[in-house]
């Protein structure tokens, strides 16, 4: 990597992705509030929206007055400039969302298969059925899509060696395109999940920001300075695999003592067997299933459940203090089971009260912990859209990979 | 923070520091080299250097010919545009450095005290006093600086509510600036090593950088997309008071398992009280002394210091993983013990061993792990120099604290 290919391109391009961010979040409104939100200055705003408006991505609105001054012509994303579509897939079950152009949800559609779907093309026979499903109860067509996005699951990295996703689609994503006649690209979650927060959440007021995703497995994206950062390898965030205890819990990955050995759900399952090795929630199915039916029971007063969710919330608590000592966010964006009902009111006390008394100097002074529910499917589409705009010339960003 | 605060100013003046780096590291230059080096438009680069001659920044050298096509104008950095001096202060030790501005060294001198300088007064006394016997060893005067830098160690966050500094400097450096009537900056040493490492090291060729420092405290400066992270409160990087161990040994900071505590001179200290409480190593003094003192003990074949060793290098390639995992960089800067002589060749392949066992995917493939030795006084001097060219107008990046 250069030290640096800014070109003044590149400046224009991100200008644009700025002022489409705020205008996605405005609603509708007038070059003089962009600029206020963004702030660009007028003239660049202006330039900007012009440029929007040729490519169909602005649409005027009318005059707006307020009664003071002259009325001026208002704005707003044109969410039917098209549709993105999102795509996840495992390899038991699938999902497709349509978006509109603002990233406005239309359709979802989900399948799951009895046994796993192995083979590449299998995969991509089922990603298109059920995307032209979603397409149909959406109101719309292949043709319509300026984008698919598509989510894998799983430390997705470059150069690929293995493909741990299912079919080996990753490797074979050129034949969905083809298929579909369409731009695609794909990304992991963590980073999915990074640019929804960057897009349509906490985004919109800082460019600081760390997600975090805690679910069967766990991990980190890291919005910079208001963009995803990426890494050397595109697999910056894998915070899950980071040290809580060295030398400690086997981790799925090999790895002794990660993050996700203890706050995952499988680590969950290991500190409900360790203070009780007899303990009926252990007769249960694993995974989500198994968050719900451990969760419920800490909020309906299993001591056993309790004291492990209280552990649990100590080890959220320390191992998201470490991300403070390391990066300083100014926000943190949680996705997952501390959001649940049961978990709300008992976790998230501990939790801060790890963070304030172990972050370093003053950087949680300022911090905000937010329970969000941004979704990697609004994420990829956002990536999708991203792509879209790259490839009509407005945009120059990195965006992966090069379908 | 807002989204974006970003000008067409602020992109020429991006423009500017990538060039005044590329200036800075490539001695006798062409704008075309310039250009290509830079990835910057050859029209860019001609109106930066420009502006860079008009502020005799840049300077011309006379023409330069290879024998083929015509003979161009050579350009190179002016380091006789001015000097800039660093100053290190601890409570018993002071250090003042002069730098042409091309951040060559001239002269440094240290003074130590028997007992704490405590007054805030007596400490800028000291200041002023060393500073201007450097300036003479120089061969320069007060009226020669650019500006002064002034790097404090310990976690210097802002808003400042303690002043962990000798004499409380860090809350009157405007004396400081009054005395001297000069700019004075101030950082903390983590983030004037990766600016260090950003102008002068791996900053030349990537912009994906963790520098990390190893001594009696430890900690880590990030540098992304070409600049150095800062963080919410200006505290990123405090890889230091991230965990290594769950609840494992009490850290200087009051937390509990700290990366620090472990492979800081007290932890090092500490394993070695692990493995015989009663071994001479532990009747010698702390801090650098013990460092040195351990680390040849374990080069003459000491089996306890060879034992401590072995572990701390394996505490420190789990912590170094730790930061592959979350930050992706493509080169780690490593300053500290791991390059005294008796380290190098015992703790180098336990630390890539450990990275290369657990780092996730193939976040660890392309990684390079520098034995550096950037100092915290060539960044200090860098960020006065920054602040120099902003003070002119040339640059608007944000540079710390406004003095």
């Keep these: 990597m250069a030290v640096a290919r800014r070109t003044s391109r590149d400046i224009r391009s991100e200008s644009r992705l700025i002022?489409?961010?705020?205008?996605?979040?405005?609603?509708?409104?007038?070059?003089?509030?962009?600029?206020?939100?963004?702030?660009?200055?007028?003239?660049t705003v202006s330039t900007v929206v012009g440029d929007l408006l040729k490519y169909g991505i602005a649409a005027e609105t009318g005059l707006i007055g307020n009664g003071i001054g002259r009325p001026t012509t208002g704005l707003r994303f044109n969410a039917d400039r098209g549709r993105v579509a999102?795509?996840?897939?495992?390899?038991?079950?699938?999902?497709?969302?349509?978006?509109?152009?603002?990233?406005?949800?239309?359709?979802?559609?989900?399948?799951?298969?009895?046994?796993?779907?192995?083979?590449?093309?299998d995969v991509i026979d089922w990603i298109v059925r059920i995307l032209d499903t979603a397409l149909d109860r959406a109101g719309a067509e292949r043709g319509d899509l300026l984008g698919v996005g598509v989510l894998l699951p799983g430390g997705m990295q470059r150069p690929v060696k293995s493909a741990p996703t299912p079919g080996g689609i990753w490797l074979h994503l050129d034949r969905l395109r083809d298929?579909?006649?369409?731009?695609?690209?794909?990304?992991?979650?963590?980073?999915?999940?990074?640019?929804?927060?960057?897009?349509?959440?906490?985004?919109?007021?800082?460019?600081?920001?760390?997600?975090?995703?805690?679910?069967?497995?766990?991990?980190?994206?890291?919005?910079?300075?208001?963009?995803v950062v990426r890494g050397a390898t595109d697999s910056a965030g894998e915070w899950g695999h980071s040290l809580l205890v060295f030398d400690g819990r086997l981790c799925q990955c090999g790895r002794k003592g990660c993050v996700e050995a203890y706050i995952g759900a499988l680590g969950m399952r290991q500190t409900v067997a360790e203070l009780d090795p007899g303990h009926p929630l252990l007769d249960g199915p694993d995974g989500y299933v198994f968050l719900h039916a451990f969760t419920d029971a800490a909020e309906a007063g299993d001591p056993v459940a309790v004291a492990a969710l209280d552990r649990t919330a100590h080890y959220l608590g320390a191992a998201l203090t470490d991300l403070v000592a390391v990066l300083n966010p100014e926000v943190i964006a949680l996705t997952g089971w501390p959001d649940f009902p049961a978990c709300r009111e008992r976790v998230m006390p501990i939790v801060w009260g790890r963070i304030r008394a172990d972050a370093p100097g003053s950087a949680a002074e300022d911090l905000e912990i937010e329970l969000v529910g941004r979704h990697g499917m609004e994420g990829i589409a956002a990536i999708a859209l991203e792509r879209f705009m790259r490839d009509v010339g407005l945009v120059t960003t990195r965006v992966l990979p090069a379908l």
Tied chains: 1, 2.
């Design 19 to 43: 002022v489409v961010r705020a205008l996605l979040a405005a609603g509708e409104t007038t070059r003089n509030e962009l600029a206020e939100a963004t702030g660009l200055s007028p003239a």
């Design 86 to 121: 999102g795509v996840y897939v495992e390899d038991k079950y699938l999902e497709a969302t349509v978006f509109d152009a603002a990233l406005g949800r239309l359709a979802t559609v989900n399948a799951s298969a009895e046994t796993p779907v192995e083979e590449a093309d």
């Design 179 to 227: 298929r579909l006649g369409l731009p695609v690209v794909v990304d992991n979650p963590l980073k999915a999940i990074a640019t929804a927060e960057l897009w349509l959440g906490a985004g919109r007021r800082s460019g600081n920001i760390v997600t975090v995703s805690l679910g069967y497995g766990v991990g980190a994206g890291i919005v910079q300075d208001g963009a």
